[in-house]
């Protein structure tokens, strides 16, 4: 029987323990005193584990032909049939899938079941890994492991508080293998404007991502100021772009009238103080900082701008524009942009390319998806590949 050790007992790593067969000894190397503490706070603990719409476009890696492959549509048929057999029935919210009963913790306890038979050693924090005479030695703080096949699912450097602390890079990069820049990416965004005045403001939005002036990407959804960060899914989501080219000249303009065609003409039409006119349709700072930028007061008519004011009015309602300077760091950030490079790494088995009998799985590698569960369904399918090749043997 050939001896299997899995580093992390996170979304991916409990996958492939799942879904690898009886005749292999696995052992599971977990630092925590528990299994899939990350998982547990997914989709606010509800756990967006999957997307109907899997698809490259919702993905960043510097080897997009490599991930092609990974999440190939057979890829995906065939770990999304292996978590319906293990039990998770989905509820579908537009495009995104949560368990039925929209507890993350179900999805945790199926996989647990799964794994209980396993060796899984907990606190136990894995230092250092080298190979010798075809055996992987892994030093922990509990002693000292030999495995005939190693699994590296240690996740990346995101909300280290769950474990992920990026230890896989670490490994990784001993190994000989190419690390992308590690970066903290869906997250809130940092800019060059004061938003002092418009902290704790939630608004429906349109925001449209600028990279040297020319439009790259637009998104709808709810952006939250604080007094520091954008935030939201929306921003998120144009995060991942914006950190992995390094905050390179890179704007977002809000449009916070997304579902009015032509603003000059709903405003032209309206014969009122400018604050009366916007007061039901957008939040009353945002309403005070544009009288601010126009040196007005809330008795100003609209009609009493001057044509450069009135499309200055205009510009703030519907091209807000703000440069991004910065993001939160890892402790805040959903996942990683960047990690060890796909290039190096066999995309029908997840196996290294340089050592043999070495995997990588989930966020340890250079592959980050926007929200939506494709960050999770990257974890598993890259989690069941391993877990086939290991069956193949
Ligand atoms: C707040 C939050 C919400 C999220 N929501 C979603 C969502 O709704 N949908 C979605 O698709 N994605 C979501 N994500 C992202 C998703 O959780 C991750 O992409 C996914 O968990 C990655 O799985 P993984 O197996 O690669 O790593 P992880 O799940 O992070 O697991 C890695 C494991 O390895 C262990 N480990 C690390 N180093 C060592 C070591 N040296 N020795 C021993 N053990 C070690 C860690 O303790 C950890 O348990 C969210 C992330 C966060 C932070």
């Known amino acids: 029987m050939i001896n299997v050790g899995i580093i992390g007992a996170g979304a991916s790593g409990m996958m492939c323990a799942s879904a690898i067969k009886e005749k292999v000894n696995i052992t599971i190397i977990e630092k925590n005193n528990k299994c899939g503490k990350k998982l547990l706070l997914t989709g606010n603990g509800r756990c967006n584990y999957w997307n109907k719409d899997i698809s490259i476009d919702k993905y960043y890696t ?26 998770i029935y989905p509820k579908i919210i537009v495009s995104y899938y949560y368990p039925y009963s929209l507890e993350g913790s179900s999805v945790n306890d199926i996989f647990l079941n799964k794994i209980k038979k396993h060796n899984i050693l907990y606190n136990t924090n894995v230092i250092s890994i080298k190979k010798e005479a075809n055996k992987f030695i892994v030093i922990t703080n509990n002693g000292k492991y030999l495995f005939d096949k190693l699994i590296i699912a240690t996740g990346s450097k995101a909300y280290p508080k769950t474990g992920s602390n990026g230890d896989g ?9 190419t690390i992308i820049s590690v970066k903290p990416s869906l997250t809130a965004l940092q800019t060059s404007f004061n938003l002092n005045n418009i ?43 914006i950190v992995r080219n390094n905050f390179d000249n890179y704007n977002i303009k809000i449009n916070f009238l997304p579902d009015i065609d032509n603003v000059k003409s709903f405003l032209i039409k309206r014969k009122d103080t400018i604050y009366n006119m916007l007061n039901t349709i957008i939040n009353t700072k945002i309403i005070n900082l544009f009288l601010n930028i ?49 290039k190096e790494i066999n995309a029908n088995t997840m196996e290294s390319k340089l050592i043999d009998g070495l995997y990588f799985t989930g966020e340890v590698l250079d592959v980050d998806g926007i929200c939506g569960g494709f960050n999770l369904a990257f974890a598993f399918i890259t989690g069941f590949l391993v877990a086939l090749d290991i069956n193949r043997h």
């Open 199 to 241: 902290a704790g403001v939630r608004s429906d939005v349109k925001l449209s991502l600028y990279h040297n002036n020319v439009l790259i990407k637009e998104e709808r959804g709810q952006i939250q100021f604080t007094k520091e960060y954008i935030s939201g899914i929306c921003v998120f989501n144009l995060s991942n772009i």
């Open 169 to 177: 890079y670490i490994f990784a990069e001993r190994f000989g293998h």
């Open 62 to 87: 510097n080897n997009k032909e490599v991930l092609k492959k990974i999440i190939n549509k057979e890829n995906q048929n065939k770990t999304f049939d292996f978590l319906s057999n293990l039990g």
């Open 294 to 342: 126009l040196k007005q007061d809330k008795d100003t008519l609209y009609d009493n701008l001057s044509i450069e004011e009135k499309d200055k009015l205009v510009q703030m309602l519907t091209n807000f524009d703000l440069k991004i300077i910065g993001s939160q760091d890892f402790n805040s950030a959903q996942v990683c942009s960047g990690g060890i490079s796909l």
